[in-house]
Structure formats: C-alpha cells, structure tokens
C-alpha cells in the first residue's frame, strides 16, 4: 500500500529555534498533501493543504507565516514551523492522497516539544 | 455543530465480542467516509473506507454508510485485545479534505 514517510520523528528544541519537518510519499506522487497537528487526547485539526507547485491553503486560525509549508515536488512537502514556542508544542503528522481519488494515508507523525 | 460527531467512549468490550462504532456527519455533500485506528503516542492507520451506502466488509470490521441518516458505524467483530485503541470517523469533501471526529476510545478486556 501507500507510504508516506515523516521525518524526523522527534524534536525537542528551545523557544525561537524554527523547526522544519519533512513529508515524502515513497511510491507514489502525491498531488496533494496534508498537514495536521494534534493535541493530546484531542482530534487531528487540519493546518493547511499542500498542493505540488502552489501556494499552500490554510484553515482558519493558522498563522501562514509562522507555519510555511513548501510542496516543491510531487513526493516532498515541509513544515517549517518559525520561531516555535512552547504552546507549538504538539504532534504534527502529514498525510497525502495519490491520484485516483485514494484515501489517504498518515505518516508516522512528528512529536515537537518546544521547552 | 461540528461536522463530525462520535460517541468519545471509553468503549470497554470483552475479548470475542462485537464492538460497534458510531459516527455523524453534517455535510450533505461528503463523498467519502473514513475509518482510522489510533494507537496511543502513534499516527493514525487507515482501516476501512465506504463510498456508497450499504455495508462493506473486510474482515472482522464491517462499515456501515447510510447518507439519507448521515450515519457511518464500524463494526469489529471477534475483538481481540489487540484491537484496543482510539478509532477516528473521518467525512471527505471533493478536495479530499477530510473532518475527523473527536475519536471512540475502545478497550478490549482480555
């Protein structure tokens, strides 16, 4: 089946440090991705939608210029998030639909903890 | 009203049992309809996904879709304790943009 993979897996850093976090789909291109965060014991809010060569789509409330996303490839978007603080603290996972209306499917998630 | 609704649970099964899954959506126009299983500390793995209404088996879960009630259900049949975890409904758009609920947090009693 499809995989997408996340990397890296953990961060830990110090306030203000930007963090960026990368997403690949590995067989197969994906036209479109997804960025989520999520809060402990809470569901996947979606952050933006990453599609390949444009501008990224931001859900309400998220700040575009603190969280830049880049699709630059069919198989590669990242997340930078700028100048992290504590309350950014949270688990962000991505996820991407390939062509053909396919569900999508998660990568394995990054746990960032902003001290 | 969000746009995704379940029931948060905890669902407490024993082992071999039937667990049931319920989940409402309030977007006429969602297409496509989702289930996902949660480990804690973990991203969410696809499990099951229905398009069109009736039932959808594979398996021990059976997906349920009924758009005229806006009402998706899982069913895990033989639960197993390996079963246990947080199972998210999720409602897509034409974009593929998908809501998810809040999530139905299943134990599964050895």
């Known amino acids: 089946g499809a995989v997408v993979s996340q990397h890296p897996s953990w961060v830990i850093c110090k306030s203000g440090t930007s963090v960026k976090i990368e997403c690949r789909s590995l067989?197969?291109?994906?036209?479109?991705m997804f960025w989520y965060r999520q809060f402990p014991k809470q569901s996947l809010m979606l952050m933006a939608t990453?599609?390949?060569?444009?501008?990224?789509?931001?859900e309400q409330g998220v700040e575009k210029d603190k969280f830049l996303i880049n699709h630059a490839s069919l198989t590669l978007s990242t997340l930078t998030v700028t100048s992290a603080h504590p309350e950014d603290s949270s688990f962000y996972i991505c996820?991407?639909?390939?062509?053909?209306?396919?569900?999508?499917?998660f990568g394995d998630g990054t746990r960032l903890s902003i001290l | 009203q969000k746009e995704v609704e379940q029931n948060s649970g905890p669902l407490s099964v024993p082992e071999g049992a039937i667990a049931s899954l319920n989940c409402t959506y309030s977007?006429?126009?969602?297409?496509?309809f989702f289930w996902y299983r949660q480990y804690s500390g973990k991203s969410p793995e696809l499990i099951m996904f229905?398009?069109?209404?009736g039932d959808k088996e594979d398996g021990r879960f059976t997906a349920q879709l009924n758009k005229a009630s806006q009402y998706v259900s899982l069913l895990i049949r033989d639960s197993q304790p390996s079963d246990s975890a947080t199972y998210l409904c999720?409602?897509?758009?034409?974009?593929?943009?998908?809501?998810f609920g809040a999530g139905t947090t299943v134990t599964v009693r050895a």
């Open positions: 996820s991407a639909n390939g062509q053909n209306n396919q569900p999508q499917h």
């Open positions: 229905i398009y069109s209404n």
């Open positions: 990453s599609n390949e060569g444009s501008k990224a789509t931001y």
């Open positions: 977007d006429r126009g969602s297409q496509s």
């Open positions: 999720a409602a897509g758009v034409n974009d593929y943009k998908l809501s």
């Open positions: 067989d197969f291109q994906a036209t479109t």
